[in-house]
């Protein structure tokens, strides 16, 4: 068990020290487990639903300081309000990843901001970056 400080900085089985500091990080992702899928996925559907009605019915801001911040303005955009209820179910369910660039262990993370985390090695000799995304290749 690897465990990372406040700088969520830890020091990995080969000696390679990660330090996460960035977003769009290539060897960071996130995982969720298979039985908190639903709940994950619902509670952030359930969520984007009631922030629509407490608009139409006129109570953003008092929804917004319930549910989210209550230093949030109430003038923020829509898009930003969206990425912060789904940012907080995040916080609740995701298991952080991290991916070794020396010698590609995986680092999955115990619990939702645990910060310690369990290492695995992969048995195929042809190992990739597998957090690397597709998308930016
Ligand atoms: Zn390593």
């Known amino acids: 068990m690897y465990h990372a400080d406040d700088g969520e900085r830890f020091e990995r089985a080969c000696g390679h020290i990660f330090v996460d500091i960035y977003d769009y990080f290539a060897q960071k992702g996130s995982l969720i487990r298979d039985q908190d899928d639903t709940v994950y ?71 939702p901001g645990s910060s310690d985390f369990c290492c695995y090695r992969s048995e195929d000799k042809d190992s990739f970056p597998i957090l690397r995304s597709n998308r930016l290749s």
């Open 41 to 111: 996925v619902l509670g952030i559907a359930d969520q984007l639903l009631s922030l629509l009605e407490a608009i139409r019915e006129g109570h953003k801001q008092e929804w917004i300081q319930e549910q989210l911040d209550k230093y949030i303005s109430p003038n923020v955009a829509l898009n930003s309000l969206f990425r912060s209820i789904v940012e907080k179910h995040k916080l609740k369910y995701e298991l952080r990843v991290f991916e070794c660039p020396n010698c590609t262990r995986l680092f999955i993370e115990s619990n």
